[in-house]
């Protein structure tokens, strides 16, 4: 790339980023190469570098690819390039195996996070079977399942998991070439082979492995040309013998605009699911954090409760969980206080309340209309009679009380009533419930039905 379009990028960025953080952050980056995918950028400091890379580095990206260069990684390193973190650098340290024509340091992996172990890999219900498959894997003995196929939702471990199985075979087997990376990218090394005209180095490449892993593999579905020569790599290599690791977002056969076929050989090895966590496995995941933060902020006390308390209202993924951690530690050893739970509310409102889950009028009519055997029309409808108004009375303070609807809101949802039938409903209730115990039962029983 000339210095003139990384110019004309610098614009573009301009645009995107803001002049504030244009000047900060893009404005000191110098590139220094850009050869096979990867572009390289001088940064004044480690701590610039993590930061630009976390921040900007998909803006980048993104605008060198609108600008025609095919850039698969930006990397960002102080003075001298560093070497990248990727399998095959950090191999080149292990003996040199012949291997004609492909070196070493041609291979395109994508750079591993250091802190992806099995150390750090919390083990529990929802993914031991995953966990198991991976350790097997990672053992670098013979091939007994083809491909091992890791499936489920976002920030559950998959990456994770892969990042673990490279690391480990790197040190228990550094005669094995391992390559891992993003099916994305696997996308970009190919379109970029088709355009340079050296298909036939990048499937000598891929063939020449010793063990595949490919991440988030639904990104191809629909890509016909790119599903076309992973379905040929991923068969040359398991007739070889050699070991194949996927990822996806769902199961095989639940991938949109992907081939039957492919779908049909990915079911053919060990399809493991990891399944949504579990509280104890979000207390674990914290527990361990903390144990690891506890040398990183000396002499913060963290309150009983807290991370129950987390684990408890944080369901969405691993990686939420993580931030929220991250975030309170921060937050406590800037402003020098014990981390409570006040501290942690008002600290993660914003994720706390995103996490909750969002309770529909509707769900409340229906719980109610179950409860108490009327029909749901009859919610809603005209009737007076007191079997059914008394209930949809309930249903409406439950409506005010559990969701963050106005009264004229709550009043369309319920036939189109005005709110001041709403207001009196709502006090109906709370006047009656201090006398009726069976309907403050009632109301008990129903909030932790709906509340869950
Ligand atoms: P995925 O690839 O499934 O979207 P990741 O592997 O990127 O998810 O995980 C998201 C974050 O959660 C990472 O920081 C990862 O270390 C962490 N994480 C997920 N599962 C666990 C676990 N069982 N133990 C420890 N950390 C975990
Ligand atoms: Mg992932």
Redo the contacts with the bound molecule.
Sequence with gaps: MTNETWGQVREELIKRVGKNNYVTWIEPLKLSTLKNGVARFEVPTIFFGDWVQRNYADHIRSQLASAGELVDRVEFAVGEPAKPRAVAAAKSAAKPVARPRVSEDELPGAPL?A??TFD?????KP?ELA?AAARRVAEGGPVTFNPLFLY????????????AIAHELQARRPDLRVLYLSAEQFMYRFVQALRERQVMDFKELFRSVDVLMV??VQFIAGKDSTQEEFFHTFNALVDQNKQIVI?A?RAPGEIKDLEERIKSRLQCGLVVD?HP?DYE?RL??LQ??VDHYRSQYRGLVLADGVLEFLAHRITT???V??GALTRLFAFASLVGREITLDLAQDCLADILRSSDRKLSIEEIQRKVAEHYNIRLSDMIGPKRLRNIARPRQVAMYLSKQLTPRSLPEIGRRFGGRDHTTIMHGVRKIEELMTIDSQLSDDLQLLRRLLQG
């Design positions: 996070d802190r992806f750090s890999f919390v083990v529990g993914n966990h489920g939702g976002v920030g559950l471990g998959k990456t994770h998991l892969m990042h991440d988030d990822s977002d990891l966590t496995l674990g995941i361990q954090k993924n691993v990686r969980l993580e």
